[in-house]
C-alpha cells in the first residue's frame, strides 16, 4: 500500500480545546491503541502533512497538534508567543486535556526543539520521546550550510540534479524565487515520486510564514539549562536520522542522541527529510519496535556500543 493510501484508510477526529492564553487549538487522531502525541515541524506547518506515519496509526492512536496559528487552530492574540518556548504550555494543555499522567512524544524537524523544551520542562511527565530528523538547537546542536551541501551533493546521480542544484545552492546563500524553492524541494525527498510530489504542494498552504519567523526567536532557547535537566531524567529517546537528510545529517543526529542518557540512534538508508514517505514500513518498524520497547543502552546514544543502527 503507498503511502497516500495509508493515509485515507484511517478516519480521522478533530478537537478543540483551549491553551493556557485561550488559544484555541485543533488535535486530529487518527489510528487505535495507546496514544502517540505528535508535533508538527515546518517550522509552523500544520500537522496535516504527517499523515498516518507511514501506517504508524495501526500500531498507536496518532493524536496530531496543530500548532498555535496553523491548520484547525487559532492564531494567538500576541503574535510573541509563536516563539518556541512559550508553546511548552500548549503541549501541556494538550496532556492534561486527553486526561494522561504521562505521554508519548513524537516530534519532526523544527518540532524537535518544541518537544526537547517540553520534555525539560515536564521531565515526569514524558515516558519517551521520538525525534524525527530533528532539529537539536533546544539542546545547542544544530547543522551547518556545509552539511546541508554535502547531503546535496550525494544526489549528484539523480536526473533532476543538475537542474535543481543551482536553486538549492541560492535558497541557501542568496535570495531565492517561488522558482528556486520548488526546484530545490527534491533535495527534501529520499525519492521524488509522486507521492512526494503530491506531499511537497500542501506545503506553502500549511505553513504560518510569519509564525515561523517567530519560532526561533532570540531567548526561545538556554541549551545548558535544556541539557542539565534532559541528563538528570530517565527518559527512552529515538532519534531517527535520514540518511539523505541535510538537515540533520546523521552525524548531527548522532551528537543529538549522545545528549540523553538513555537513547538509540537509527539512520534509515535511502530516507529524506520525510523518512515514513521514503519506505513507510521501515520507518513504521522502526518507530514502532521503540515505543513496544525495544532495549535502549543506558549511555550509548546509539545502537549497541556507540555506532548508529541502520534501518
Do not use: K
Not at 487549538?25 to 509552523?44: I, N, S, V, W, Y
Not at 496532556?95 to 523544551?117: M, T, Y
Not at 537509527?266 to 514502532?288: E, Y
Amino acid at each position: 500500500m503507498s503511502a497516500m493510501a495509508a493515509v485515507s484508510s484511517f478516519p480521522v477526529t478533530t478537537t478543540v480545546f483551549a491553551a493556557p492564553d485561550a488559544t484555541p487549538l485543533a488535535r486530529h487522531e487518527r489510528g487505535t491503541g495507546e496514544p502517540l502525541l505528535c508535533l508538527p515541524g515546518g517550522p509552523m506547518r500544520a500537522s496535516a502533512y504527517l499523515g498516518d506515519l507511514g501506517g504508524l496509526a495501526r500500531d498507536r492512536r496518532l493524536v496530531l497538534l496543530d500548532l498555535r496559528g496553523t491548520g484547525g487552530s487559532g492564531e494567538p492574540a500576541d503574535p510573541a508567543t509563536y516563539r518556541v518556548d512559550r508553546q511548552v504550555g500548549d503541549v501541556e494543555a494538550l496532556r492534561v486535556d486527553l486526561g494522561l499522567e504521562r505521554i508519548d512524544l513524537l516530534a519532526h524537524s523544527a518540532a524537535g526543539d518544541l518537544a526537547v523544551l517540553y520534555a525539560a520542562r515536564h521531565p515526569g511527565r514524558v515516558r519517551s520521546l521520538v525525534l524525527i530528523t530533528a532539529r537539536g538547537r533546544a539542546l545547542g546542536v544544530d547543522f551547518t550550510l556545509a552539511e546541508r551541501r554535502e547531503a546535496a551533493d550525494l544526489r549528484r546521480d539523480e536526473p533532476w540534479y543538475a537542474a535543481a542544484r543551482p536553486s538549492f545552492e541560492t535558497v541557501w546563500t542568496g535570495e531565492p524565487s517561488e522558482a528556486d524553492f520548488d526546484a530545490a524541494t527534491p533535495f527534501f525527498y529520499g525519492r521524488w515520486d509522486a507521492a512526494a510530489r503530491a506531499h511537497a504542494s500542501g506545503e506553502v498552504a500549511q505553513t504560518n510564514e510569519p509564525a515561523a519567523g517567530a519560532y526561533a526567536a532570540p531567548g526561545a532557547f538556554d541549551p545548558p539549562a535544556a541539557r542539565a535537566a534532559l541528563a538528570a531524567s530517565d527518559l527512552r529517546v529515538l532519534v531517527l536520522a535520514g540518511e539523505l537528510d541535510g538537515g540533520p545529517r546523521p552525524a548531527v543526529a548522532a551528537r543529538i542522541a549522545g545528549l540523553f542518557p538513555r537513547s538509540r540512534l537509527v539512520v534509515q538508508r535511502g530516507a529524506g527529510h520525510f523518512p515514513w514517505l521514503d519506505d513507510p514500513a521501515r520507518f513504521r518498524g522502526s518507530v514502532a519496535a521503540f515505543l513496544a520497547g525495544e532495549p535502549v543502552r543506558r549511555g550509548s546514544g546509539a545502537d549497541g556500543a556507540g555506532r548508529p543502527g541502520t534501518a
